[in-house]
């Protein structure tokens, strides 16, 4: 799915050892030793073990995993917070464990914004003045960066709130406060470590989708840590699931919960509700047979007849779908010797984009009996889904 999309971030071979001797730990690692034996052995904890993924330009990257996967430590390999101990991190050419301490620090200027779990605000600075931190720190000018900063407070639904001190505002806009100044800082990625964790239920589901509205406005490459399998759902193009430091699998969500890489992967994502997950076009069919609304009663119908059908979906020649015709309106325009079955076409069907989840489908055919027309962003008929495809592809998916 990615062969056409430019590579942000490569990472390679990316391994961290905790210790004092971290060669050893590594000879271990290679000679097939898991974390926990390399601990036991050399006192050596292998955060990350021999790590490859790429970050594409654009992207919401997902990274998860339970506590101690080592999610916050590879985050923090990526701008160097935390030396890796080997391999490669390449943002636009650069090798980043390569840089020496001056251009590094341009480096994390220029590429690397970074969202925290707990704010990192301020308390005696106003709202504003915590927005142009970054900036103030860089040496922007300060009339060009108060424009800068209101203009991030305003991305993130924060204007007329500049004079507010951090301890007026709740979780939720306080976190808001933090995103802006990530953004003032226009830097190329956007590093969010557990950044809505510390947040009650109700505004972390407000910040999920405040951040994909963000996201489809600026394309900012995001890669976000989280040990939500919701969230990473939730907000992820793609996801990292980590396990003891290694990567267990990565892929699309629904790559994830449709092809679980392994039995931990498996269990990990057991009580998901996969209605929520698949979407229209999982469970799609092809159209046996459509009419054109030029196309006269008796003709339709014998197609009708041939293919077993009780109603029709008519659409134009590039398949713009244009509406619906049932069997008994098309016998009562026969016997009325009517030319056209576009007046007795319906428009009183129901149709979805691929993307719709499946969840959505159930009510529209308590609605109607009709099979739910899927149709492109253009409206041109896709496929059909009738209610046993979408119970067929839910016990699929459960079975895996």
């Not at 092809?286 to 197609?303: M, Q, S």
Request: proline share 4%; charged share 30%.
């Amino acid at each position: 799915m990615n062969e056409n999309r430019n590579v942000k971030i490569r990472v390679r071979n990316l391994s961290k050892v905790f210790g004092n001797n971290p060669k050893k730990a590594l000879e271990m690692r290679d000679q097939g030793h898991k974390r926990p034996e390399i601990l036991d052995k050399t006192g050596q904890t292998l955060g990350l073990s021999n790590i490859d993924f790429d970050v594409y330009e654009g992207e919401l990257l997902v990274i998860m995993g339970l506590s101690g996967s080592g999610k916050s430590t590879l985050i923090r390999c990526l701008n160097r917070l935390i030396e890796p101990t080997e391999g490669e991190i390449v943002i636009d050419g650069e090798d980043i464990p390569q840089l020496d301490d001056k251009a590094l620090l341009e480096c994390r200027r220029r590429h690397f914004s970074m969202v925290f779990q707990n704010f990192a605000l301020f308390p005696h600075r106003t709202v504003q003045q915590n927005a142009e931190f970054g900036l103030e720190i860089r040496g922007v000018d300060p009339a060009e960066r108060a424009d800068i900063a209101e203009k991030a407070l305003k991305q993130v639904g924060l204007e007329g709130w500049a004079d507010a001190y951090p301890n007026q505002l709740s979780g939720g806009m306080q976190q808001r406060v933090g995103l802006a100044r990530a953004l003032a800082n226009d830097s190329t990625v956007l590093l969010m470590d557990e950044a809505f964790s510390a947040l009650d239920p109700l505004i972390r589901g407000d910040m999920q989708q405040e951040l994909l509205e963000l996201q489809h406005r600026m394309q900012k490459t995001t890669v976000f840590i989280t040990h939500d399998l919701d969230e990473a759902l939730n907000i992820g193009d793609r996801i990292i699931l980590l396990k003891d430091g290694e990567i267990v699998q990565i892929g699309t969500p629904e790559e994830i919960l449709t092809n679980p890489a392994d039995e931990y992967v498996k269990r990990f994502i057991e009580g998901v509700d996969m209605s929520k997950i698949l979407t229209a076009e999982h469970a799609m069919r092809p159209v046996r047979a459509t009419a054109r609304e030029d196309d006269g009663p008796r003709t339709t119908l014998r197609k009708m007849s041939e293919h077993g059908l009780d109603s029709i979906y008519v659409t134009s020649r590039d398949r713009t779908l244009m509406g619906l015709v049932e069997v008994d309106a098309l016998e009562q325009a026969a016997k009325e010797g009517k030319d056209h079955i576009r007046d007795v076409m319906t428009h009183d069907f129901r149709s979805v984009g691929p993307e719709e989840p499946l969840h959505n489908l159930f009510a529209m055919f308590s609605e109607r009996s009709f099979p739910i027309a899927v149709v492109d962003a253009e409206k041109r008929l896709q496929g059909v889904v009738v209610k046993g495809a979408v119970l067929d592809e839910l016990a699929q998916a459960g079975d895996k």
